[in-house]
């Protein structure tokens, strides 16, 4: 299959499912995706968002080298695809903790971009409440995004992770000196 052939046809799920099926496990066909994801090519790009995504499911130890560079990724004006499939990645990935700053940064932004799409909220809200655990000094400014959150209409899938995620801050303690 002819990956990038086959990111050009048909886009349903099952397309997806079968692409990242066939790419399974094997690293040089992962490689043809993973560039083609970070080329210049916006259509290619997205498309191979979602596979990443399945593919991610299917084997993570695929992306063991490549979250730096997936968060570096969300710095380029992505699709919204891109953003959403690439934070799904990052709910679950283990982060290195040099790009632990730029990942909280790019979470906050999107938390606060009222034009951003319910899904990447989701996505980094989940993230950043994660972090928090790893940071508990960043508590207090979370809360604050969720409560600004709070004040707009949301979603049911929004409103469900901002109650987890006030949940699960509420029981991270903080050192008072």
Not at 52 to 80: G, R, T, V, W
Not at 97 to 114: G, M, P, R, V
């Amino acid at each position: 299959m002819n990956i990038e052939q086959a990111l050009l046809g048909e886009h349903s799920k099952e397309w997806a499912r079968a692409i990242s099926n066939h790419i399974g496990n094997n690293t040089q066909r992962f490689a043809v995706l993973a560039k083609i994801f970070f080329g210049d090519n916006k259509l290619l790009t997205q498309r191979a968002a979602w596979i990443m995504s399945e593919c991610y499911d299917l084997n993570p130890d695929l992306f063991a080298n490549l979250i730096p560079q997936l968060i570096k990724h969300l710095l380029k004006p992505n699709h919204e695809a891109v953003k959403r499939h690439t934070t799904r990645i990052l709910l679950t990935a283990p982060i290195p903790k040099k790009s632990h700053a730029l990942l909280i940064e790019l979470c906050t932004k999107y938390l606060l971009d009222s034009a951003e799409a319910i899904a990447t909220k989701a996505n980094a809200l989940t993230i950043l409440s994660n972090m928090c655990k790893l940071y508990p000094e960043l508590k207090n400014e979370t809360l604050e995004i969720i409560k600004m959150m709070e004040n707009n209409d949301l979603t049911p899938a929004l409103l469900f992770r901002v109650k987890h995620a006030k949940k699960q801050l509420n029981k991270i303690k903080l050192d008072i000196i």
